[in-house]
T-cell receptor, first 113, second 112 residues
Framework: AQSVTQPDIHITVSEGASLELRCNYS??????LFWYVQSPGQGLQLLLK??????LVQGIKGFEAEFKRSQSSFNLRKPSVHWSDAAEYFC???????????FGPGTRLSVLP | DSGVTQTPKHLITATGQRVTLRCSPR?????VYWYQQSLDQGLQFLIQ???????AKGNILERFSAQQFPDLHSELNLSSLELGDSALYFC???????????FGPGTRLTVL
């Protein structure tokens, strides 16, 4: 069965510090991977996605993620965090046709001034 | 703005009641997904429709049902409501040529 784990429930970083959010997946077919962000009281917004090709993908708001097939991981990174990045981050995996879409439990990011 | 709209934004009702949540997908998107987000269960996939037909089912209770209409908007019907049904309900839509889903702002349901 497909699953997504995000080992860190809550992470706190200082503004300007670097960030890495972890995501591991288990998927029976070729995984299509996504990171979404949810600000309080808002819907989910797509940060970036990986389908194939270059394993380092760039997204919006200065985020990037690296796909590592050998580790079944798709970690999200940002070199310098801004206070406005405080939100909940969800990793997700799905099939090419949009089926079997599974979200991880989310990681809540707090940013200290 | 994702282009997906959901109404109402907030809904407060009593146990045992029935409510209908509405979703309008992005223009041209044939797929609509419904999710429930609660503190203890996280983001749970409920059901997917594609061009009016049910495509996939997730953890949807028998008290819940959904449909997608010819104009592609979708409705999620929740009946015999219980306190535990209080949650955020999201709709998402997807175009055939892409794999990502675009989420609406959600409907916050409170059952008292």
């Amino acid at each position: 069965a497909q699953s997504v784990t995000q080992p860190d429930i809550h992470i706190t970083v200082s503004e300007g510090a670097s960030l890495e959010l972890r995501c591991n997946y288990s998927y029976g077919a070729t995984p299509y991977l996504f990171w979404y962000v949810q600000s309080p009281g808002q819907g989910l917004q797509l940060l970036l996605k990986y389908f194939s090709g270059d394993t380092l993908v760039q997204g919006i708001k200065g985020f990037e993620a690296e796909f590592k097939r050998s580790q079944s991981s798709f970690n999200l990174r940002k070199p310098s965090v801004h206070w406005s990045d405080a939100a909940e981050y969800f990793c997700a995996v799905g099939a090419w046709d949009g089926q079997n879409f599974v979200f991880g439990p989310g990681t809540r990011l707090s940013v200290l001034p | 703005d994702s282009g997906v709209t959901q109404t109402p934004k907030h809904l407060i009702t009593a146990t045992g009641q029935r409510v209908t949540l509405r979703c309008s997908p992005r223009s041209g998107d044939l797929s609509v997904y419904w999710y429930q987000q609660s503190l203890d269960q996280g983001l749970q996939f409920l059901i997917q429709y594609y061009n009016g037909e049910e495509r996939a089912k997730g953890n949807i209770l028998e008290r819940f049902s959904a449909q997608q209409f010819p104009d592609l908007h979708s409705e999620l019907n929740l009946s015999s409501l219980e306190l535990g049904d209080s949650a955020l309900y999201f709709c998402a839509s997807r175009a055939d040529s892409y794999n990502e889903q675009f989420f609406g702002p959600g409907t916050r349901l409170t059952v008292l």
